[in-house]
């Protein structure tokens, strides 16, 4: 099978399972392009700031994998993605874009 980058990032099924905690499938599916995943929540700069997140954790997790032959756990990556939101969070330079990041990971409390 090719790897290409709408594969790696959306559609293999580690990629998949933290795309569809985060937006579960409306009609049993999610986009599956980049470029769909792109126009269905990028919509803001907070989108936008959540989707490169989890693109960023979910690259992360297949290098582990990849170059270490570490599986890291799908709620240790879903945590590292809210950890990297709230992080960015600080550092917005909009009061309402901090406080809008920072409600979106308040709804997701991964034990």
Not at 5 to 20: F, K, P, T
Not at 70 to 75: A, F, G, K, S, V
Request: aromatic content about 16%.
């Amino acid at each position: 099978m090719d790897e290409d980058s709408d594969h790696l990032l959306i559609n293999y099924h580690r990629a998949y399972d933290i795309w569809s905690f985060f937006f579960p499938p409306a009609g049993g599916t999610i986009p599956c392009t980049l470029a769909e995943i792109s126009m269905a929540y990028c919509r803001s700069f907070e989108e936008t700031t959540i989707y490169i997140a989890i693109l960023w954790n979910i690259w992360k997790r297949r290098n582990t994998l990849v170059f270490n032959g570490m599986d890291e756990p799908r709620l240790a990556v879903i945590k590292w993605c809210t950890e990297d939101v709230l992080l960015w969070a600080h550092r917005c330079k909009r009061a309402s874009s901090a406080f809008q990041l920072n409600i979106w990971c308040n709804q997701f409390d991964p034990p």
